[in-house]
């Protein structure tokens, strides 16, 4: 059996509905109160020490270097390289077959090496060198430029023939769990002639999928689009926080800044490409014909369903928005393609991001930006509440899964609550 067979069940307890079975087993980072960060694997509701593993002979045969799992980021591990990391995932699949007993009868080890998920606390799977936000999603493109610009030219000249992309702040993009507090800085009210400094009156999320690097280029040598995906490891959710007043008041003519960089939220598990290869997807038909070093064969999207759920300060969690990555124009090999066809290098562990993804119902749009009409037209909350943009004190989470065969490869949770203005 593959790593990916939907027969495959482990000797792990694996809950119905879990993110997290064996044919998934993402990477992460995590501590407990005796442990100091190092490498896991997750499956069902554990968190498998893979120090441990790789200490006591688990994972031999493979050419890992010594320590390697014993990091505080997962950046050494993946620099080892995509077919690397696929043999790894392949062995602790083998590990953790329902009838696989070098594991599973060795009480001993199974006592230290796999630990409660509720005793471990999850940081960032990575360092992130850089980080760069596409625009890669065409129904939120044209909604925001309809919002923002001209709603008979919503779509900018250039965005059909291109990933519209933006280099972001990398230092401040944080794990689900840390809380973010709201940005100050310019906005241009509607009835004055001059910005004020005040807190934006205009948080919002985006919903967002990003995925991650796993080899350094060279400086100068693009990488050709079917070479792409050797270049990149897994996805992780993302929240790309925006402060949409002072996003629009500063966007021309270089794009976001200060509206955008105070901070981004990921989730901390890496599912890898190689999990998600059930789940590929034809994406939208590209019209007008790509250049050709952005043309593509077979199926680059992915069938993953994504949500946002909102809980206020006062316990209440509602759906805001359900959609689903098949829906983003371009995909990541063209993202990653044109992000280097300059001559631009890449590291191990940048962070790329698809852009906001939203669908073709309102119920679908990604940001609240777009499903209230840039606050025109409040959302009604089940307990009464409304919103047109978020409040101090609302937690925004986020959630995706890819099922098929009886097979559901989650995320985990990307969730953050915003606090008040520091100052």
């Given at each position: ?25 993402p ?6 109160k005796?442990l ?47 077919k690397k990391v696929?043999e790894?995932?392949?062995?602790l699949s083998?590990?953790l077959?329902h009838?696989?007993d070098e594991?599973?009868?060795n ?7 796999l ?9 960032m799977?990575v360092?992130?060198?850089?980080y760069t936000d596409?625009y890669?999603s065409?129904?939120h493109a ?8 001209d709603?008979?030219?919503?779509l ?8 519209v992309?933006?280099h972001?702040r ?8 840390t809380p973010?507090?709201r940005?100050?800085?310019q ?6 002639d ?6 934006s009156r205009?948080?919002?999320f ?11 280029t ?6 050709p ?7 990149i490891i ?8 925006s ?11 270089l794009g976001p800044?200060?509206?955008?960089n105070?901070?981004?939220?990921v989730?901390p598990?890496?599912?890898t490409?190689?999990?998600l290869?059930p789940?590929?997807?034809q ?5 007008p014909h790509?250049?050709p ?9 992915f069938?993953?369903?994504?949500e ?9 969690i ?5 959609t689903n990555a098949?829906?983003?124009?371009w995909?990541?090999a ?11 290098n890449?590291?191990?562990g ?18 609240l930006?777009e ?7 409040p959302?009604?909350l089940?307990g ?8 101090d ?8 899964h890819a099922?098929?065969n009886g097979?559901?490869i989650?995320?985990?949770?990307c969730?953050?609550k ?6």
């Amino acid at each position: 059996m593959t790593a990916n067979d939907p027969k495959l069940k482990s000797w792990v307890d694996v809950p119905s509905g879990s993110d997290f079975p064996i044919q998934n087993l993402p990477f992460g980072i995590f501590k407990t109160k005796y442990l100091s960060p190092v490498a896991g694997v997750a499956i069902g509701n554990t968190v498998i020490d893979l120090v441990y593993l790789h200490e006591h002979g688990y994972l031999d045969g493979h050419g890992l270097p010594p320590g390697i799992f014993n990091q505080r980021t997962l950046n050494e591990f993946f620099a080892l390289g995509r077919k690397k990391v696929r043999e790894v995932r392949e062995r602790l699949s083998q590990l953790l077959r329902h009838d696989a007993d070098e594991l599973r009868d060795n009480r001993a080890a199974r006592e230290i090496a796999l630990i409660p998920m509720s005793e471990c606390q999850m940081l960032m799977p990575v360092t992130v060198p850089n980080y760069t936000d596409f625009y890669s999603s065409e129904e939120h493109a044209t909604n925001v430029g309809a919002l923002f610009r001209d709603p008979k030219n919503a779509l900018l000249p250039n965005w059909k023939y291109l990933p519209v992309g933006y280099h972001g702040r990398a230092s401040s993009i944080v794990v689900s769990g840390t809380p973010i507090h709201r940005p100050r800085g310019q906005v241009k009210l509607p009835d004055s002639d001059a910005p004020v400094f005040c807190p934006s009156r205009k948080m919002d999320f985006e919903l967002e999928l990003a995925f991650i690097t796993c080899s350094n280029t060279t400086l100068g040598r693009p990488i050709p689009l079917k070479e792409t995906e050797d270049h990149i490891i897994g996805f992780v959710l993302f929240n790309d926080w925006s402060a949409r007043d002072i996003q629009q008041w500063e966007y021309v003519p270089l794009g976001p800044f200060l509206g955008k960089n105070f901070g981004s939220t990921v989730s901390p598990w890496v599912v890898t490409l190689d999990a998600l290869e059930p789940f590929r997807a034809q994406g939208p038909t590209q019209n007008p014909h790509v250049l050709p070093y952005l043309a593509f064969e077979g199926a680059r999207n992915f069938d993953i369903q994504l949500e946002v759920l909102l809980e206020s300060p006062k316990g209440e969690i509602a759906t805001l928005s359900r959609t689903n990555a098949k829906y983003l124009y371009w995909n990541i090999a063209q993202q990653l393609a044109h992000h280097t066809v300059n001559g631009c290098n890449i590291q191990v562990g940048d962070l790329y991001a698809s852009g906001t993804i939203s669908g073709p119902s309102p119920g679908s749009y990604g940001s609240l930006l777009e499903l209230t009409f840039n606050g025109q037209k409040p959302l009604h909350l089940p307990g009464g509440e409304e919103r047109k943009f978020l409040e101090d004190g609302d937690t925004v989470i986020m959630n995706g899964h890819a099922e098929a065969n009886g097979v559901r490869i989650g995320f985990g949770t990307c969730s953050g609550k915003l606090l008040p203005a520091v100052g």
